[in-house]
């Protein structure tokens, strides 16, 4: 069925089958009920507090509770992509999935249990006037490439494409064009006809006479789309994000796909069985090789369409792993092999109608995947198993558990920790003794202190990050210059040896090499640093309360926040001059003439190729990540201010009764043993 006839369909309730869905995500239920026991430990909390410490309680536990791991899918065209995601989704028709239209936007399924804050149910934003320009006025990163390498001709026609699909999108959106750019649609509902309407590329808008379905109407100019969708059967919320394939003609996607996987921690690379990593793919294998092995899980789809999956499978996966291995691609990334189709057949129950290639290929498969044909369970759940989205899903919940959940665990532990320390002290005095607290400096003098206390920090916060970005600058730099003597060497090597006939080819990987060691080292410091800042935060603000405070606990410490997660260099990955092994690079060659001529340009190519990559990861990145980890200390500070003062204003009035006081201590000592089982 295309995605055209099905257009008017709403298509967007549960299939018969959706609790399959439930099928792989079991660590995720055993997270949300560790998850669940904080929160009830943290609304007793706010129970049992005042207003000022219920506040802070209810925002972290809020804060738990709309955790949001996100998972960014990416791949060739026509991987599947798009049909993996419906079924990991467990709504086969949610996103068009078609031999014709293609995704040409980043579409994010926040997937929640607990509902949404406001009505939004469909967002669709619009590409940057500068994006746009950059697109048209230099042709987009292939432009960009072509201009650099003087392919003239090629340039002009890339421009004329581009003028082509400029011009046919003005005739689509009339004079409304300009005016959307940068702009952002919200819809309180979403059904196929909305979504085709912002995400779907054809190539038959201009035959199509029924402009009412108004397919891909704004596909071209959207940037990204978001949709929410209430999933109270999910222990967790998750995001799932589909990209564009990567092989585009204009590469202005390949930013696009090296944004979204910044956005995600987690990736899936989906790989077709049939050209599982061919040469097409080392884009691909660029990209992913910057990331974390545990975060990388590689999913081989449309097995359904191999003749003898239970052989063709290992050899994939061997060759898989040996193109990984010569690329410098992630090692040990996991490799699930599966089927979308047999999945989302799964979901629908539409077994019977399944194309005979396919179902013979299940039967063939079923027999090497003798673990997943459990005796007892339904046909349905095993061709679930079989598809591999199970097994997708287990190394993804996984995944998601061990890194952002246990991170969000413990951010919300230690903080909980910090507001049971500070009540204990506003409900009782500190001794458990009954005796109120009494603030030994005065609330002036309090709040001069903290004052000074914020700005030594966020100073020092500041330091620390110029003296970081400083080392990291003349690493890269020093890294971009020696490959560039490197390569030069080699070029005059080559000319010396074979002459100017013979085209020279220079891979970049040691560049790449070369960047993401500079990167590894800045990692690691980052880290260091801005923990060590909290650190010290945590210890002065420590102090201050001990000396605050009579009756303050003797040993009473603050938890300090965890400093941010530093992201993967995935923009190390970005296709540039050199890997372009094609005609473009014979033509360069071909247009130089004489030595001096090929070492200058050369180095002044790469200079300029390279030099967004570096610019990107020493300011781009060096700034988001302090902007992060100042905004965390400013968040920390900000509740550490409200709990010191809350306690200051309380000093000197009258103490709560006996027994109330006594009743609250022992539910505090209750609570304290509660969240004791969170400590690290
Ligand atoms: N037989 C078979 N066909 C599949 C499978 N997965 C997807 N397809 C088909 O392949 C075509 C492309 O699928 P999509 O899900 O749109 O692929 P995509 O990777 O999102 O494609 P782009 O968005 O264009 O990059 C559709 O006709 C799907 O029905 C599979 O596992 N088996
Ligand atoms: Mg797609």
Same mark, same amino acid.
């Given at each position: 069925?295309?995605?055209?006839?099905?257009?008017?369909?709403?298509?967007?309730? !549960?299939?018969?089958?959706?609790?399959?869905?439930?099928?792989?995500?079991?660590? *995720? %239920?055993?997270?949300?009920?560790?998850?669940?026991?904080?929160?009830?430990?943290?609304?007793?909390?706010?129970?049992?507090?005042?207003?000022?410490?219920?506040?802070?309680?209810?925002?972290?536990? %809020?804060?738990? +509770?709309?955790?949001?791991?996100?998972?960014?899918?990416?791949?060739?065209?026509?991987?599947?992509?798009?049909?993996?995601?419906?079924?990991?989704?467990?709504?086969?028709?949610?996103?068009?999935?078609?031999?014709?239209?293609?995704? #040409?936007?980043?579409?994010?399924?926040?997937?929640?249990?607990?509902?949404?804050?406001?009505?939004?149910?469909?967002?669709?934003?619009?590409?940057?006037?500068?994006?746009?320009?950059?697109?048209?006025?230099?042709?987009?990163?292939?432009?960009?490439?072509?201009?650099?390498?003087?392919?003239?001709?090629?340039?002009?026609?890339?421009?004329?494409?581009?003028?082509?699909?400029?011009? /046919?999108?003005?005739?689509?959106?009339?004079?409304?064009?300009?005016?959307?750019?940068? =702009?952002?649609?919200?819809?309180?509902?979403?059904?196929?006809?909305?979504?085709?309407?912002?995400?779907?590329?054809?190539?038959?808008?201009?035959?199509?006479?029924?402009?009412?379905?108004?397919?891909?109407?704004?596909?071209?100019?959207?940037?990204?789309?978001?949709?929410?969708?209430?999933?109270?059967?999910?222990?967790?919320?998750?995001? &799932?994000?589909?990209?564009?394939?990567?092989?585009?003609?204009?590469?202005?996607?390949?930013?696009?796909?090296?944004?979204?996987?910044?956005?995600?921690?987690?990736?899936?690379?989906?790989?077709?069985?049939?050209?599982?990593?061919?040469?097409?793919?080392?884009?691909?294998?660029?990209? &992913?090789?910057?990331?974390? #092995?545990?975060?990388?899980?590689?999913?081989?789809?449309?097995?359904?369409?191999?003749?003898? !999956?239970?052989?063709?499978?290992?050899?994939?996966?061997?060759?898989?792993?040996?193109?990984?291995?010569?690329?410098?691609?992630?090692?040990?990334?996991?490799?699930?092999?599966?089927?979308?189709?047999?999945?989302?057949?799964?979901?629908?129950?539409?077994?019977?109608?399944?194309?005979?290639? @396919?179902?013979?290929?299940?039967?063939?498969?079923?027999?090497?995947?003798?673990?997943?044909?459990?005796?007892? @369970?339904?046909?349905?759940?095993? &061709?679930?198993?079989?598809?591999?989205?199970?097994?997708?899903?287990?190394?993804? #919940?996984?995944?998601?558990?061990?890194?952002?959940?246990?991170?969000?665990?413990?951010?919300?532990?230690?903080?909980?920790?910090? *507001?049971?320390?500070?009540?204990?002290?506003?409900?009782?005095?500190?001794?458990?003794?009954? =005796?109120?607290?009494?603030?030994?400096?005065?609330?002036?003098?309090?709040?001069?202190?903290?004052?000074?206390?914020?700005?030594?920090?966020?100073?020092?916060?500041?330091?620390?990050?110029?003296?970081?970005?400083?080392?990291?600058?003349?690493?890269?730099?020093?890294?971009?210059?020696?490959?560039?003597?490197?390569?030069?060497?080699?070029?005059?090597?080559?000319?010396?040896?074979?002459?100017?006939?013979?085209?020279?080819?220079?891979?970049?990987?040691?560049?790449?090499?070369?960047?993401?060691?500079?990167?590894?080292?800045?990692?690691?410091?980052?880290?260091?640093?801005?923990?060590?800042?909290?650190?010290?935060?945590?210890? $002065?603000?420590?102090? *201050?309360?001990?000396?605050?405070?009579?009756?303050?606990?003797?040993?009473?410490?603050?938890?300090?926040?965890?400093?941010?997660?530093?992201?993967?260099?995935?923009?190390?990955?970005?296709?540039?001059?050199? +890997?372009?092994?094609?005609?473009?690079?014979?033509?360069?060659?071909?247009?130089?003439?004489?030595?001096?001529?090929?070492?200058?340009?050369?180095?002044?190519?790469?200079?300029?190729?390279?030099?967004?990559?570096?610019?990107?990861? %020493?300011?781009?990145?060096?700034? #988001?990540?302090? $902007?992060?980890?100042?905004?965390?200390? =400013?968040?920390?500070?900000?509740?550490?201010?409200?709990?010191?003062?809350?306690?200051?204003?309380?000093?000197?009035?009258?103490?709560?009764?006996?027994?109330?006081?006594?009743? /609250?201590?022992?539910?505090?000592?209750?609570? =304290?043993?509660?969240?004791?089982?969170?400590?690290?």
């Amino acid at each position: 069925m295309s995605a055209l006839e099905k257009a008017n369909e709403p298509g967007l309730t !549960p299939p018969p089958n959706a609790y399959l869905t439930r099928i792989g995500i079991e660590a *995720l %239920s055993d997270f949300a009920e560790r998850r669940d026991r904080l929160t009830d430990a943290l609304e007793k909390l706010a129970d049992i507090g005042d207003e000022v410490t219920s506040k802070v309680a209810e925002r972290l536990s %809020s804060h738990l +509770d709309s955790l949001e791991p996100s998972v960014t899918m990416i791949g060739q065209v026509k991987a599947g992509k798009t049909s993996l995601v419906n079924a990991m989704t467990g709504m086969p028709d949610i996103l068009p999935a078609d031999v014709n239209p293609w995704t #040409s936007v980043v579409t994010s399924l926040h997937l929640s249990a607990a509902g949404f804050p406001d009505a939004t149910r469909a967002r669709f934003k619009f590409f940057g006037e500068d994006d746009w320009q950059r697109l048209f006025n230099r042709g987009g990163r292939i432009g960009e490439l072509a201009a650099r390498a003087g392919a003239e001709d090629e340039l002009e026609k890339v421009r004329a494409q581009l003028t082509e699909m400029r011009e /046919k999108s003005r005739r689509r959106l009339g004079r409304r064009f300009e005016m959307l750019l940068s =702009q952002q649609h919200d819809y309180g509902y979403f059904d196929r006809q909305l979504i085709e309407r912002y995400v779907i590329l054809g190539d038959d808008f201009e035959t199509e006479t029924d402009t009412s379905r108004n397919q891909g109407r704004f596909a071209d100019i959207t940037q990204s789309a978001d949709l929410f969708i209430e999933r109270p059967d999910l222990p967790t919320g998750l995001c &799932i994000r589909d990209t564009p394939g990567v092989n585009d003609t204009f590469m202005i996607r390949e930013q696009i796909t090296i944004r979204a996987i910044r956005d995600s921690r987690l990736c899936v690379v989906v790989l077709s069985a049939h050209q599982a990593l061919s040469d097409v793919d080392l884009a691909l294998v660029r990209l &992913i090789s910057n990331v974390k #092995s545990r975060e990388v899980v590689i999913f081989v789809n449309r097995i359904d369409e191999l003749a003898d !999956p239970g052989k063709q499978v290992p050899e994939i996966e061997a060759s898989i792993r040996a193109t990984l291995a010569t690329h410098q691609g992630p090692e040990n990334a996991q490799i699930v092999f599966g089927s979308a189709y047999w999945a989302n057949r799964a979901l629908t129950g539409e077994l019977k109608g399944m194309a005979r290639a @396919s179902a013979d290929a299940l039967v063939n498969w079923a027999q090497h995947a003798a673990k997943a044909a459990k005796r007892g @369970s339904s046909t349905e759940s095993m &061709i679930w198993e079989l598809s591999g989205v199970p097994t997708l899903m287990r190394a993804l #919940s996984e995944r998601i558990v061990e890194g952002e959940g246990a991170e969000a665990m413990n951010r919300a532990a230690a903080q909980a920790q910090n *507001l049971l320390r500070a009540m204990r002290a506003t409900v009782t005095g500190p001794q458990g003794d009954g =005796q109120s607290t009494e603030a030994r400096l005065p609330a002036e003098t309090l709040a001069a202190r903290l004052d000074q206390i914020e700005s030594a920090a966020r100073a020092d916060l500041r330091d620390r990050f110029s003296r970081i970005e400083t080392e990291f600058d003349r690493r890269l730099e020093r890294a971009h210059a020696s490959f560039l003597d490197r390569a030069t060497a080699s070029l005059i090597g080559h000319l010396e040896t074979w002459g100017e006939n013979e085209v020279w080819q220079y891979d970049p990987s040691a560049l790449r090499m070369l960047l993401r060691t500079a990167y590894q080292v800045f990692s690691a410091n980052t880290h260091r640093q801005v923990q060590a800042a909290y650190d010290e935060l945590a210890e $002065t603000l420590g102090t *201050l309360w001990r000396e605050g405070f009579d009756h303050v606990e003797y040993g009473f410490r603050v938890e300090p926040p965890t400093a941010p997660r530093v992201p993967p260099p995935v923009q190390i990955g970005q296709t540039i001059a050199l +890997d372009l092994k094609g005609s473009w690079w014979r033509r360069w060659w071909k247009r130089r003439r004489g030595y001096d001529a090929y070492a200058e340009d050369f180095a002044g190519m790469i200079a300029a190729e390279t030099k967004p990559m570096v610019d990107d990861l %020493s300011a781009g990145l060096v700034q #988001s990540i302090g $902007t992060e980890a100042d905004s965390v200390m =400013q968040d920390f500070l900000a509740t550490q201010r409200s709990l010191i003062m809350n306690l200051a204003d309380r000093s000197g009035g009258e103490p709560e009764a006996d027994d109330a006081a006594t009743r /609250k201590a022992a539910q505090l000592d209750r609570l =304290q043993d509660a969240l004791a089982a969170f400590a690290e």
